[in-house]
C-alpha cells in the first residue's frame, strides 16, 4: 500500500510517502507562514524520491486540525482536490493525535501526555493522553488556567507549541508538570503511520475530511451580509 501524507496544521510544512510498512521519503521544515507555496513542491519531491505516480497512490492522508485556520483550508483544500482528481481515498487524522503518536518514548512513558497547541490568542487547543496514546478527554480551546480541570490526575509531560504555556498554567496549579524533549508539531511521516493503521484497501471509503475547529474565526460576516451601504448625501 502506498500513502501520500501530507501537514500544514501549525508552524510547519510536511508531505511524507508510505510504502508497505516504511517511509519512502519525508520532508519537513518548520515555517510560520508560507505553506501554500512550500506543500506542492515538497509532494512533488517525495512522490519523486520514492518513485511513485498519483495513479499508484491507494491512499491520502492530511491533518484537519485543530491549527491556523489558513493553513488547515492550504491542506485540506490539497488533499480534497487531489482525492477529487486521481480518485483516491482521502483520511484526515486529528493535529492531536498526529502530535501525540509522534513524542519520544520518554514523553509518553512518564505518566499523562497533553498536547498543547498554540490557538494564537489567549487559549490553547488541547487533549490529554495515556501512555499508549489513547485520549483521556475530548479536545477543547481553553484558558491555560483550566488545563488543571482538564488533565486527570497524576504528573503530566506537556508537548505542542503551546507546552511552556500550559506547563506554567499546570505548575501554578500545583500540578507536577513539565515540557516533554519532543519538537511537538505535527509530521507527514506520523500521519501517514496513523492512516495506514487505520484504513486499508477494500474498507469502506471514508467520507471527505473536514477541518476540526474548536472556536470560531476571527473573521466574521457583517450582519448586513458584506452589502456596500449607500453613502450618505451630501
Same mark, same amino acid.
Given at each position: 500500500m502506498r500513502i501520500l501524507a501530507f501537514d500544514t496544521a501549525a508552524t510547519a510544512c510536511s508531505a511524507a510517502i508510505w510504502i508497505d510498512g516504511t517511509i519512502a521519503a519525508r520532508?519537513?521544515?518548520?515555517?510560520?507562514?508560507?505553506?501554500?507555496?512550500?506543500?506542492?513542491?515538497?509532494?512533488?519531491? $517525495?512522490?519523486?524520491?520514492a518513485a511513485t505516480a498519483y495513479v499508484d497512490l491507494n491512499l491520502i492522508a492530511v491533518t484537519i486540525g485543530p491549527g491556523a485556520f489558513t493553513g488547515l483550508r492550504i491542506g485540506l483544500a490539497a488533499a480534497r482536490g487531489l482525492a477529487l482528481a486521481t480518485g483516491v481515498p482521502c483520511l484526515g487524522v486529528t493535529t492531536f493525535d498526529a502530535v501525540a503518536h509522534g513524542t519520544a518514548d520518554e514523553?509518553?512513558?512518564?505518566?499523562?501526555?497533553l498536547v498543547a497547541l498554540d490557538a494564537k490568542r489567549s487559549d490553547v487547543?488541547?487533549?490529554?493522553?495515556? &501512555?499508549?496514546?489513547?485520549? /483521556?478527554?475530548?479536545? $477543547?480551546a481553553t484558558l491555560p488556567a483550566g488545563l488543571s480541570d482538564l488533565v486527570p490526575a497524576g504528573p503530566v509531560t506537556v508537548v505542542g507549541d503551546a507546552a511552556a504555556a500550559a506547563?506554567?498554567?499546570l505548575t501554578a496549579a500545583g500540578r507536577d508538570a513539565?515540557?516533554?524533549?519532543?519538537? &511537538? /508539531?505535527?509530521?507527514?511521516?506520523? $500521519?501517514?503511520g496513523l492512516a495506514a493503521a487505520r484504513w486499508r484497501p477494500g474498507d469502506a471509503i471514508p467520507p471527505p475530511p473536514s477541518p476540526l475547529y474548536l472556536r470560531p474565526p476571527d473573521a466574521v460576516v457583517p450582519r448586513d451580509g458584506g452589502r456596500r451601504r449607500p453613502s450618505p448625501a451630501l
Open positions: 520532508r519537513f521544515e518548520t515555517m510560520e507562514r508560507g505553506q501554500a507555496e512550500a506543500l506542492m513542491p515538497m509532494v512533488d519531491a $517525495v512522490l519523486a524520491v514523553d509518553r512513558g512518564r505518566g499523562i501526555l487547543y488541547a487533549q490529554a493522553f495515556d &501512555g499508549a496514546n489513547i485520549s /483521556l478527554c475530548a479536545p $477543547v506547563r506554567d498554567a513539565v515540557v516533554g524533549v519532543s519538537p &511537538g /508539531l505535527p509530521d507527514a511521516a506520523t $500521519v501517514a
